[in-house]
């Protein structure tokens, strides 16, 4: 259902976490992955042996995607180093929270720029370079479905922005076949939102399964939607959140 032999995948923010995941799940279902980092560049370097070590290919790639030109450089490096893209992963991306008067016009710039403006120059730049019957697969957010509370105006906005752009991509690129979708995690296990964090006892009480997911439950959705059973799944979101949005 998700045998990827062949294909070439980006996945942004991938050293560690929900990118992690799908990196490595996209190279064991038998693609090539490049994955991007700001920081954590060991991190990266890490992911990309293991991926190695287990008989695939992949290349780590630097980019700040709140800078202007970042994710098109990084889509062109993808393409140049393993010869082409059949899979976009956007899944880079701030948490962005905190009180509405606490915004100021640099923070919102620099999260519309990393969470929004990225997606849509990535996708642009990769739909220059995908043969028909790629995939643009977009990590939002389960508050696009539901914001259970205050402090999360910006990080909804940016999340609900993919939505637009995904349905705008799946009727634009729809007669070559590239599908566009939005995978929404819920509550997820990592180090950014640990499950032993001050907040998780509420996030937990927020889902119809009353616990956290893994990073593996999403990376699992995006290998779905990557594959061949994906192909005519296209302009929708699909949550992967526990419940979180029933």
Known sequence: MSDLTGKVALVTGGSRGIGAAIAKRLAEAGAAVALT????????????????????????????????????EAVEQTVRELGGIDILVNN????????????????LDRVLAADVRSVFLA????????????????????????????????????KTALIGLTKGLARELGPRGITATVVDP??????????????????RSLTAL?????????????AYLAGPAGRYITGTALAVDGGYTA
């Open 92 to 107: 880079a991306g701030f948490l962005a929270y905190g009180p509405l008067d606490e915004v100021t016009p640099d923070h």
């Open 210 to 222: 009353g616990r956290y997911g893994e990073a593996e439950d999403i990376a699992a959705a995006v």
């Open 37 to 72: 980092y700001v920081q954590a560049e060991d991190k990266a370097r890490e992911v990309a042996k293991r991926i190695e070590a287990d008989g695939g290919k992949a290349a780590v790639i630097r980019a700040d995607l709140a800078e202007p030109d970042a994710a098109a």
């Open 123 to 158: 996708a642009q730049t990769a739909a220059r370079h995908m043969a028909d019957g790629g995939r643009i697969i977009s990590v939002g957010s389960c508050f696009n479905g539901r914001v259970p509370g205050g402090n999360f105006v910006l990080q909804a906005m940016a």
């Open 186 to 203: 819920g509550p997820i296990d990592t180090d950014m939102n640990p499950a032993d964090g001050d907040s998780a006892e509420w996030q």
